[in-house]
C-alpha cells in the first residue's frame, strides 16, 4: 500500500495562496497514493467542530470528501492545534479520525504515528493544558461562547506563540535530540518506524535496535520546510514541496 504523510501546515483560511496551493496538493500529489495520513495540526486553530469552523474550512473538508468517494483511506490524527473533531469528520466525511496515536504495519513493518506534542516529557505543563484542553466539562462552557469569537480568540493565542518563538528561537539541535530519544524508547518496544510532527523539524534518524534498522522520520511543516513522507510500499522518503516562502 503506498501512502503519504503531512503534518503542520497550520491553515488559517480557505482562500489563501497557501490554502490554494495545499488543496491543489491534495488533488494532484496526495491522490496519487492509496492512503493519506495527516498527523495534526493541519488547521492552525480548530478547537471542536463547529459549523462556523464547517463554513470557514468547506473547500478542505469537500476535498477530503472527494478523496475519501474515490477510495482513498484517509486517516486524521489530531494535534494540538486541531483537535476534538467529531461525528462530522467520521460519519460525514467518512475519515479515521484518532486522538493519541495510529499503529499500523506497512511494508511487513510495524509502524507507530503521533503527532508528537506529547513528544518532550519535560513539557509537563504543556501536558496539563492538554488535558484540560480535550475535558468535555470545558467545552460544556465554551460552547456557549460564539463560535467565531472562539476561532478569533485561539488565532490570537496562536500569533503570541509564533511571536515568541520568534524573540525565543528554539534550540533546533535539542530539540531534534529529544525527539530522537522518545523514538528510541518507541523501537524498544517493537516498532520497526516511528513517525511524528510538532516540532516543523524535518529529521531522519535510523538505530539498530535488537538486529532490526529502526527508522525514526518527522515530517516537518508547511510554515518554513514543506516537506511530507511517502511511502511507495517499500521505503519511506522525505519529500519537499518545490513552492517556498508563501
Not at 467529531?86 to 460519519?91: K, T
Request: net charge neutral; aromatic share 14%; with cysteine.
Amino acid at each position: 500500500m503506498s501512502a503519504i504523510f503531512v503534518s503542520d501546515v497550520h491553515l488559517k483560511d480557505s482562500t489563501s495562496v497557501k490554502a490554494q496551493l495545499m488543496i491543489r496538493f491534495l488533488q494532484e500529489v496526495a491522490s496519487g497514493f492509496e492512503a493519506i495520513y495527516i498527523l495534526g495540526d493541519f488547521f492552525d486553530v480548530w478547537p471542536g467542530t463547529t459549523q462556523y469552523q464547517i463554513q470557514t474550512f468547506r473547500p478542505f473538508l469537500e476535498t477530503f470528501r472527494t478523496l475519501v468517494k474515490d477510495g482513498h483511506r484517509l486517516r486524521y490524527l489530531e494535534g494540538n492545534h486541531d483537535f476534538r473533531l467529531g461525528h462530522y469528520f467520521s460519519n460525514d466525511l467518512g475519515i479515521e479520525v484518532f486522538t493519541e496515536e495510529i499503529i499500523e504495519t506497512l511494508g511487513g513493518r510495524k509502524v507507530y504515528m503521533a503527532h508528537g506534542d506529547l513528544g518532550n516529557p519535560a513539557e509537563k505543563g504543556y501536558r496539563a493544558l492538554r488535558y484540560l484542553l480535550r475535558r468535555d466539562l470545558l467545552h460544556q462552557v465554551i460552547s456557549r461562547v460564539p463560535a467565531p469569537w472562539l476561532f478569533k480568540a485561539g488565532e490570537c493565542v496562536s500569533r503570541m506563540s509564533r511571536g515568541f518563538q520568534k524573540k525565543v528561537p528554539p534550540d533546533r539541535e535539542k530539540i531534534r535530540q529529544i525527539y530522537r530519544a522518545t523514538a528510541e524508547e518507541v523501537f524498544e518496544k517493537g516498532y520497526d518506524v516511528v513517525i511524528m510532527g510538532h516540532t516543523h523539524i524535518p529529521d531522519h534518524y535510523t538505530k539498530v535496535v535488537g538486529g532490526r534498522t529502526c527508522h525514526y522520520y518527522n515530517t516537518g511543516d508547511w510554515l518554513h520546510s514543506f516537506t511530507y513522507l511517502e511511502f511507495d510500499g517499500a521505503e519511506f522518503y522525505t519529500r519537499t514541496h518545490p513552492v517556498k516562502d508563501l
